[in-house]
């Protein structure tokens, strides 16, 4: 049963344009959620985060929206650039004593030149 | 970089062989957990040591077992090595919610 789901499996978007970058989850317990990029050979980097508090966190050209109502969560990422190409990973944090995640299947994004 | 480091980087064994995977953790973290991404897969969590102390336990093997040492690093041993034990093991490190991961390393079993 996987609680964290990305359905979109790839994404291509020209540079300069938006991408988005959607998730979903099953699991109302969770209370915080995270967006990670990984590149080939390397392992996940942190991007960016939302407690379920709130219902969206920018960073830069990083924007988090979260849709509790609807178990959604997006990542914006305005422009894209080429360098953004990797794969995107959405996670839960469903247990505030073990920061233990679950992740999602990771949506390789593309950005066009 | 993470400031997570893990060794070695690439490791090709055979079926019914042990290992061991290390992961020196952030300065100050005292979290570490461990996560394996098979082929085509998401990763997934195995185990969480906090302090020295197992503090959570996801899918991981009977076979595989890990320790936290007083200096914060921590070791993964997986034993009995099968095929399909092959894939990319993660360390991450973290003192809040978010983790930090290191470049993990890559398991080959033949």
């Known amino acids: 049963d996987q609680q964290v789901k990305q359905n979109s499996p790839s994404l291509s978007v020209q540079e300069g344009r938006i991408s988005i970058l959607n998730c979903d989850y099953t699991?109302?317990?969770?209370?915080?959620f995270l967006w990670y990029k990984k590149y080939p050979a390397e392992g996940p980097t942190f991007l960016i985060s939302?407690?379920?508090?709130?219902d969206k966190n920018e960073d830069g050209r990083f924007t988090v929206f979260l849709n509790k109502s609807a178990k959604h969560l997006s990542l914006h990422i305005v422009p894209s650039q080429p360098g953004d190409s990797a794969v995107y990973f959405c996670?839960?944090?469903?247990?505030?004593?073990?920061?233990?995640?679950?992740f999602g299947q990771g949506t390789t994004l593309q950005v066009k030149p | 970089d993470s400031g997570v480091t893990q060794t070695p980087k690439h490791l090709i064994t055979a079926t019914g062989q042990r290992v061991t995977l290390r992961c020196s953790p952030r300065?100050?973290?005292?979290?570490v957990y461990w996560y394996q991404q098979s082929l085509d897969q998401g990763l997934q969590f195995l185990i969480q040591?906090?302090?020295?102390?197992?503090?959570a336990k996801g899918n991981i093997l009977e076979r595989f077992s890990a320790q936290q040492f007083p200096d914060l690093h921590s070791e993964l041993n997986l034993s009995s090595l099968e095929l399909g034990d092959s894939a990319l093991y993660f360390c991450?490190?973290?003192?809040?919610?978010?983790?930090?991961f290191g470049p993990g390393t890559r398991l080959t079993v033949t």
């Open positions: 991450a490190s973290s003192n809040n919610y978010e983790q930090y």
């Open positions: 939302i407690s379920s508090i709130k």
């Open positions: 699991n109302s317990m969770f209370d915080y």
């Open positions: 040591y906090y302090n020295g102390e197992e503090r």
């Open positions: 996670a839960a944090d469903g247990s505030s004593n073990t920061g233990k995640l679950i």
């Open positions: 300065s100050g973290d005292l979290s």
